[in-house]
T-cell receptor, first 114, second 114 residues
Framework: KAGVTQTPRYLIKTRGQQVTLSCSPI?????VSWYQQTPGQGLQFLFE???????NKGNFPGRFSGRQFSNSRSEMNVSTLELGDSALYLC?????????????FGPGTRLTVL | AQSVTQLDSHVSVSEGTPVLLRCNYS??????LFWYVQHPNKGLQLLLK??????LVKGINGFEAEFKKSETSFHLTKPSAHMSDAAEYFC????????????FGTGTQLKVEL
């Protein structure tokens, strides 16, 4: 079974631009969560989608948004990029969104904002 | 609010000696606790999880952790370190029934020396 895939793996943008990152969960998984990892703030939860609905949300500004499609693939969008948005963005999928189901993480998308 | 505190940012051990990575949690409700490992340039991998069943949890690669409610601790141990254990380890908490919103500790970098 293929693991969680994220595209692109690396991205360079400039301040003010917007970016869209994509995550394809493991086949059959319906929950997708997104995390931001930075050296200063560590790993922080962005949001979780389950059956195309946002179920949980972290403490990030409205510039960060996401969505989930009927095939469970998810995208996250960051508008008006700031230097501080440079980070590794990780997505994780799980079967049914229950804590008894392990979350599987993708390799991440490394975003650099210049 | 839920949180975890990893007491050591760096731990260095010799190969073949025991490993102890410390974690204390804070949660108003019944928590689920996890340990994840992140090798350089790789995604996060679940080592083990506690979800209110047995307090001693065995994970992959010889790791185990003991949930101690009286001490609000969930320390990770391994009897004998291997060079391949060198990585960053994250203690993670989530509220039972709270969906897939994981709160990560700041991480402990484990170094294994010959």
């Amino acid at each position: 079974k293929a693991g969680v895939t994220q595209t692109p793996r690396y991205l360079i943008k400039t301040r003010g631009q917007q970016v869209t990152l994509s995550c394809s969960p493991i086949s059959g998984h319906r929950s997708v969560s997104w995390y931001q990892q930075t050296p200063g703030q560590g790993l922080q939860f962005l949001f979780e989608y389950f059956s195309e609905t946002q179920r949980n949300k972290g403490n990030f500004p409205g510039r960060f948004s996401g969505r989930q499609f009927s095939n469970s693939r998810s995208e996250m969008n960051v508008s008006t990029l700031e230097l501080g948005d440079s980070a590794l963005y990780l997505c994780a999928s799980s079967l049914a969104g229950d804590l008894n189901n392990e979350q599987f993480f993708g390799p991440g998308t490394r975003l650099t904002v210049l | 609010a839920q949180s975890v505190t990893q007491l050591d940012s760096h731990v260095s051990v010799s190969e073949g000696t025991p490993v102890l990575l410390r974690c204390n949690y804070s949660s108003s409700y019944s928590p689920s606790l996890f340990w994840y490992v992140q090798h350089p340039n790789k995604g996060l991998q679940l080592l083990l999880k506690y979800t209110s069943a047995a307090t001693l949890v065995k994970g992959i690669n010889g790791f185990e952790a003991e949930f101690k409610k009286s001490e609000t601790s969930f320390h990770l141990t391994k009897p004998s370190a291997h060079m391949s254990d060198a990585a960053e380890y994250f203690c993670v908490v989530s509220l039972t029934g709270g969906g897939n919103k994981l709160t990560f500790g700041t991480g402990t970098q484990l170094k294994v020396e010959l």
